[in-house]
């Protein structure tokens, strides 16, 4: 059974509160009639009750199983009113009002490791700031309305801090599937800086400290051949590498959605795809990846430049129009 989300619930609630107000004015009318021996009301009064309970009993049921991952409910046959009913979801509101602000400061957390005025991670923060303010003065027990997004974690600002806490253990189809989201929000940049790892979470940078030095501390077995490079550098090298080779395959993916809905010639897409290629072939050759992070990115925005371009119907219909040509 799918468990319906917060707005939906509290719309429920309220309009199932307006059912009783409207049915109490309904009583007092039968009241007089059954004064006066009258029991026209009776049957349709009688119908209007049942439903009324029907739908409690259901938002009963709902409310119940949205809010127990929230809180323990020891006795569910305590609640027999909505003003017994009312706290539970005032309590699931504070829960997600305290989660989303919790997600928010950590994206308030994040830094660059090399750049202190990283442009892209500016405005992010600056959005994310400016998101916490508004959650913070909507007053309990109404939500601001992004709360549930970034507590179910599909919230750009949530996916954001996600890719720069978990890339190391996402999968690729993970990444491709938040890529759009978080690019489309923040710009490339960003994207690409938390998918390399240039970005941390600020907890994360003294344990990560932490497990290097013991790293260093611990003696180690080099080749001859491999003594130029250090255990760190070596997986550095590795990691790079292997996402240049994740965005080259989320890249072509764009480019054969694009191709795929006709928004644009394969001819425009050639010294991509030329450029991308070359950039497979070489990877192994190299060690440092930023000349390829840098062309990629620019490939990328043109990409998205083609495809808002293509959406414009005026664009759109010229295109068709020269294609026919």
């Given at each position: 059974?799918?468990?319906?989300?917060?707005?939906?619930?509290?719309?429920?609630?309220?309009?199932?509160?307006n059912?009783?107000?409207?049915?109490a004015?309904?009583?007092?009318?039968?009241?007089?009639?059954?004064?006066?021996?009258?029991?026209?009301?009776?049957?349709?009064?009688?119908?209007?009750?049942?439903?009324?309970?029907?739908?409690?009993?259901?938002?009963?049921?709902?409310?119940?199983?949205?809010?127990?991952?929230?809180?323990?409910?020891?006795?569910?046959?305590?609640?027999?009113?909505?003003?017994?009913?009312?706290?539970?979801?005032?309590?699931?509101?504070?829960?997600?009002?305290?989660?989303?602000?919790?997600?928010?400061?950590?994206?308030?957390s994040?830094?660059?490791?090399?750049?202190?005025?990283?442009?892209?991670?500016?405005?992010?923060?600056?959005?994310?700031?400016?998101?916490?303010?508004?959650?913070?003065?909507?007053?309990?027990?109404?939500?601001?309305?992004?709360?549930?997004?970034?507590?179910?974690?599909?919230?750009?600002?949530?996916?954001?801090?996600?890719?720069?806490?978990?890339?190391?253990?996402?999968?690729?189809?993970?990444?491709?599937?938040?890529?759009?989201?978080?690019?489309?929000?923040?710009?490339?940049?960003?994207?690409?800086?938390a998918?390399?790892?240039?970005?941390?979470?600020?907890?994360?940078?003294?344990?990560?400290?932490?497990?290097?030095?013991?790293d260093?501390?611990?003696?180690?077995?080099?080749?001859?051949?491999?003594?130029?490079?250090?255990?760190?550098?070596?997986?550095?090298?590795?990691?790079?590498r292997?996402?240049?080779?994740?965005?080259?395959?989320?890249?072509?993916?764009?480019?054969?959605?694009?191709?795929?809905?006709?928004?644009?010639?394969?001819?425009?897409?050639?010294?991509?795809?030329?450029?991308?290629?070359?950039?497979?072939?070489?990877?192994?050759?190299?060690?440092?990846?930023?000349?390829?992070?840098?062309?990629?990115?620019?490939?990328?925005?043109?990409?998205?430049?083609?495809?808002?371009?293509?959406?414009?119907?005026?664009?759109?219909?010229?295109?068709?129009?020269?294609?026919?040509?």
């Amino acid at each position: 059974m799918k468990i319906p989300d917060h707005l939906q619930l509290v719309q429920r609630f309220q309009e199932l509160r307006n059912l009783c107000l409207g049915l109490a004015e309904g009583l007092s009318s039968l009241v007089s009639d059954l004064q006066k021996g009258e029991l026209r009301q009776l049957e349709v009064t009688e119908a209007k009750i049942a439903s009324l309970r029907q739908e409690y009993e259901i938002l009963k049921k709902d409310v119940i199983a949205f809010a127990s991952p929230y809180q323990a409910i020891p006795n569910p046959g305590g609640i027999t009113s909505l003003a017994t009913l009312e706290p539970l979801l005032l309590a699931v509101n504070q829960s997600l009002k305290a989660a989303a602000i919790q997600v928010l400061d950590q994206v308030s957390s994040v830094k660059h490791r090399e750049e202190t005025a990283f442009e892209p991670l500016r405005a992010c923060l600056s959005a994310a700031s400016e998101l916490h303010r508004a959650i913070a003065q909507v007053p309990l027990p109404d939500l601001h309305p992004e709360v549930v997004a970034i507590t179910d974690g599909s919230h750009p600002l949530a996916l954001f801090v996600s890719l720069v806490r978990d890339r190391r253990h996402m999968k690729e189809e993970k990444i491709a599937a938040i890529q759009d989201v978080i690019a489309g929000a923040f710009g490339n940049l960003l994207f690409i800086a938390a998918l390399m790892g240039k970005l941390i979470i600020g907890e994360q940078d003294g344990k990560e400290a932490e497990t290097k030095a013991q790293d260093v501390s611990q003696p180690a077995t080099v080749k001859t051949s491999e003594a130029a490079i250090t255990p760190s550098e070596s997986e550095e090298v590795l990691e790079q590498r292997q996402i240049l080779q994740d965005l080259l395959t989320m890249t072509e993916m764009k480019i054969q959605k694009l191709l795929k809905n006709r928004l644009v010639r394969e001819e425009e897409l050639a010294g991509f795809v030329a450029a991308m290629k070359e950039m497979e072939a070489s990877r192994y050759r190299k060690s440092d990846f930023k000349e390829d992070f840098r062309q990629l990115h620019t490939i990328r925005a043109a990409l998205e430049e083609m495809e808002n371009k293509a959406f414009n119907p005026r664009k759109r219909l010229e295109r068709t129009e020269g294609q026919r040509r």
